[in-house]
């Protein structure tokens, strides 16, 4: 079992940046992939980004240039930043990791971009 804590959400205005931070209760060695997620209202959730065990990342397809994805193994912590952030940006941020197993997701954070 795996259990994420995001943070790091906030109020920025559009144009500014915000770092995301998943904190996992144990190693994310062995996990396949962590992702971010996001989710607007009244909207379905999508990805944001993915990253393997091998480090190889997956973004979609209008947030490519302006988000990262990092982890950090011995942190187990997997970053999201995000630059250059626009009002159509604002939703809640979930992480997820898949370990092929199981599915796990965090309870997620609000990021909220001002016009």
């Known amino acids: 079992q795996v259990q994420l804590v995001e943070s790091g959400g906030g109020l920025v205005q559009a144009g500014g940046s915000l770092r995301l931070s998943c904190v996992a209760s144990r190693s994310i060695l062995s996990i396949n992939v962590m992702s971010w997620y996001r989710q607007a209202p009244g909207k379905q959730r999508e990805l944001v980004a993915a990253?393997?065990?091998?480090?190889?990342?997956n973004y979609a397809d209008s947030l490519k240039g302006r988000f990262t994805i990092s982890r950090d193994n011995a942190k187990n912590t997997v970053y999201l930043a995000m630059n250059t952030l626009k009002p159509e940006d604002t939703a809640v941020y979930y992480c997820a990791a898949f370990t092929g197993a199981y599915n796990y997701w965090g309870q997620g954070t609000q990021v909220t971009v001002s016009s």
């Open positions: 990253i393997n065990s091998g480090g190889m990342t």
